[in-house]
């Protein structure tokens, strides 16, 4: 049984995005069109879960000075209180085992590892991700390339 996720909604989500496709969302690159409309595609879509993680990661990656589009503070927090409507899985330690097992088992980093253990807490079936493998199961949650 996955741990219990303080903070998260109780509803069942069945897709998790992972950080990219929040920032492709805000992205005023000519050559990533395709990918904004998707990105916000999939962010109308009600079942969808992210993780504290991911939204801290969006924050970061937005806001930094050394992006050419990058975001406000403000800019930022009012995305974050938007995407809040998710299912938002805060960090617990029992997720953070889950993540320190699963990379030992996959082999992938330790951040990529709690995106998969926050996705399967949640009950998540899939992971949007453009940094994960694509078609690769890790337990139960497999991950797809929304941009392909």
């Known amino acids: 049984m996955p ?17 990219n496709v929040l920032l492709y969302s805000i992205s005023t690159a000519e050559e ?8 916000r595609e999939l962010l109308a879509a009600r079942d ?11 924050y970061v990656q937005a806001t930094r000075a050394s992006r050419e589009d990058r975001i406000t503070h403000g800019q930022a927090l009012g995305l974050i209180e938007s995407w ?5 899985a805060d960090i617990t330690q029992p997720m953070m085992w889950d993540a320190l097992q699963t ?10 590892a709690l995106i998969v253990a926050a996705a399967r807490a949640l009950r998540c079936r899939v992971i949007f991700s453009e940094d994960l493998a694509d078609g690769q199961d890790y ?6 390339n929304p941009f392909r």
Do not use: M
Request: glycine content about 6%; aromatic content about 10%.
């Open 48 to 58: 969808t879960a992210l993780s504290v993680q991911v939204l801290q990661e969006f």
């Open 32 to 39: 990533e069109r395709a990918k904004v409309a998707r990105a």
């Open 139 to 144: 337990g139960g949650v497999v991950v797809a």
């Open 3 to 19: 741990p219990i996720v303080s903070g998260a909604k109780s509803s069942t989500t069945v897709r998790f995005l992972d950080t």
């Open 84 to 88: 809040s409507r998710f299912n938002v």
């Open 103 to 112: 990379r030992e088992r996959w082999q992938i980093s330790y951040w990529d």
